[in-house]
């Protein structure tokens, strides 16, 4: 019963790595969206999803800055994807230079996508991805990792066992 009220959150998209060369800009627009605008260059791609990314970056004030859309481009053909919005889903630290700046991965999620855009990611994925992200849980944690699992083990605990055939 204690199981029943664990939460748990599962990616419903398979993710794909990325080759190197492709980099996600943050858009950023001056102060209450007027003014100036600036692309800021976040960093590399990590892997990509029908549904988010994940990216590498070295710790900055301007990447630390608020701001809603991204964009992916490749260093050799320009901009693949525009101007996507997009909500940050966990941002944390991975190791600290010497300098004492720190490297960071970032997970977004992408929000109310144009089918233009979804179609500019489908292209992306396709051109640039090398092969689905490795799941590095173990059998068991995988078994266990949904709600339907759970369900599973007790109707199996239920069934089995000498118990199964009353007399």
Same mark, same amino acid.
């Given at each position: 019963?204690?199981?029943?009220? #664990? @939460?748990?959150?599962?990616?419903?998209?398979?993710?794909?790595? =990325?080759?190197? !060369?492709?980099? =996600? *800009?943050?858009?950023?627009?001056?102060?209450? !969206?007027? %003014?100036?605008a600036k692309n800021v260059e976040l960093g590399p791609v990590l892997n990509v999803s029908?549904?988010?990314?994940? @990216?590498? $970056?070295?710790?900055?004030?301007?990447?630390?800055?608020?701001?809603?859309?991204?964009?992916?481009? &490749?260093?050799? %053909?320009?901009?693949? +994807?525009?101007? &996507?919005?997009?909500?940050? +889903? +966990?941002?944390?630290? =991975?190791? &600290? *230079?010497?300098?004492?700046?720190? &490297?960071?991965?970032?997970? @977004?999620?992408? =929000?109310?996508?144009?089918? $233009?855009?979804?179609?500019?990611?489908?292209?992306?994925?396709?051109? $640039?991805?090398?092969?689905? +992200?490795?799941? /590095?849980?173990?059998?068991?944690?995988?078994?266990?990792?949904?709600?339907?699992? #759970?369900?599973?083990?007790? /109707?199996?605990?239920?069934?089995?066992?000498?118990?199964?055939?009353?007399?």
């Amino acid at each position: 019963m204690e199981n029943q009220s #664990l @939460v748990i959150r599962r990616r419903k998209w398979k993710r794909f790595i =990325v080759r190197s !060369g492709s980099i =996600v *800009l943050l858009h950023q627009t001056g102060f209450w !969206g007027l %003014g100036w605008a600036k692309n800021v260059e976040l960093g590399p791609v990590l892997n990509v999803s029908l549904r988010g990314l994940m @990216v590498q $970056y070295i710790d900055s004030k301007d990447r630390r800055r608020k701001c809603d859309e991204l964009s992916i481009s &490749i260093l050799t %053909g320009g901009i693949q +994807v525009e101007k &996507i919005r997009f909500e940050t +889903v +966990v941002d944390f630290e =991975v190791a &600290i *230079l010497p300098d004492g700046r720190s &490297i960071r991965n970032r997970s @977004v999620r992408f =929000v109310k996508m144009t089918p $233009y855009q979804a179609f500019q990611l489908e292209t992306f994925i396709s051109a $640039y991805a090398t092969g689905p +992200v490795q799941d /590095r849980r173990s059998d068991m944690e995988r078994r266990e990792a949904t709600a339907d699992a #759970l369900d599973r083990k007790e /109707r199996s605990d239920h069934r089995g066992g000498v118990d199964r055939r009353k007399e």
